[in-house]
């Protein structure tokens, strides 16, 4: 049987601005071969979500090319790379013949085996072909799409800006622990000119941040950000607690305002890369 496509595209490619969007982990289309696989509860599977991300980015985006994955993390995780297989639950990651990445390690690799305390999802294993088949549909037109659409941005711009939208558990008391983490992997994916603007924005809305801990940006970033031909990735881990309810399950008194905060960002992006785009016309 013929599934959906793994991921919804909002706005026109080529994009009309320099910053392009993405929420990799806003996904809730649960298959039911992954349903049929399960030996925990599917409820359980909400918390490898980034709960309702999506609803923050549709609603923050005005001209902005957006891609939202609609396929659930638990099925493949687009933040990861094809290589990250954990051979606990993959026939086939041994075929790769390479060392597991630590999100592999910690049961967090392309397809997750574990979620919070609950421990091993499935009740057995995946065959090689499977997981091929997952990269096949859903992971590798995630990337082709979202390549293509930054190099638009580039060609017509002479700069692009990615935002890759996530959203975090809490990291402590809301009056001492960051609530917005900004990654740039260590200024790998993106001039530091960018993360700075996107943190004082975030102050000037009330927002605590850090930069880079305890989330640097994963698969995305990596794959995508190249600083030095002017393609430019930042990773935003939002958290949850200042849009979802007291239950982290749905949107909250809060999301309004962490709206705003994700459509000023958006602006400043837009605006630091503003001066090269011209230039470049």
């Given at each position: 049987m013929t599934r959906a496509p793994s991921f919804d595209r909002y706005g026109p490619v080529p994009p009309e601005t320099p910053v392009v969007l993405s929420a990799p982990h806003g996904g809730r289309d649960y298959p039911a071969a992954l349903?049929?696989?399960l030996r925990v509860p599917a409820a359980a599977l909400r918390a490898l979500e980034d709960r309702h991300v999506d609803s923050l980015a549709l609603q923050a985006r005005r001209e902005e090319t957006l891609f939202v994955a609609t396929r659930a993390r638990a099925w493949i995780d687009l933040n990861r790379a094809e290589h990250d297989r954990d051979p606990q639950i993959d026939d086939g990651a041994h075929l790769l013949g390479r060392p597991l990445s630590t999100k592999v390690r910690?049961?967090?690799g392309l397809v997750p085996r574990r979620v919070g305390t609950l421990g091993q999802l499935?009740?057995?294993?995946?065959?090689a072909d499977d997981?091929?088949?997952?990269?096949q549909a859903d992971h590798r037109p995630?990337?082709?799409a979202l390549g293509e659409a930054l190099a638009a941005a580039r060609a017509r711009f002479g700069v692009a800006v990615l935002l890759d939208i996530h959203s975090m558990p809490p990291l402590g008391a809301p009056d001492s622990a960051p609530r917005l983490v900004v990654g740039d992997r260590f200024g790998r994916s993106a001039a530091a000119r960018f993360g700075a603007r996107v943190e004082a924005v975030a102050r000037r809305h009330g927002v605590a941040t850090a930069a880079n801990a305890p989330y640097a940006g994963g698969h995305i970033l990596e794959r995508h950000g190249e600083p030095r031909r002017g393609v430019h990735a930042l990773q935003l881990e939002f958290d949850r607690s200042l849009y979802l309810d007291s239950a982290l399950d749905a949107p909250g008194a809060g999301e309004p305002a962490i709206v705003a905060l994700l459509r000023a960002i958006?602006?400043?992006a837009a605006d630091e890369a503003l001066p090269n785009a011209l230039a470049a016309e």
């Open positions: 349903i049929e696989a910690s049961g967090l499935w009740h057995g294993r995946f065959s997981i091929a088949a997952r990269i995630y990337h082709l958006i602006d400043a």
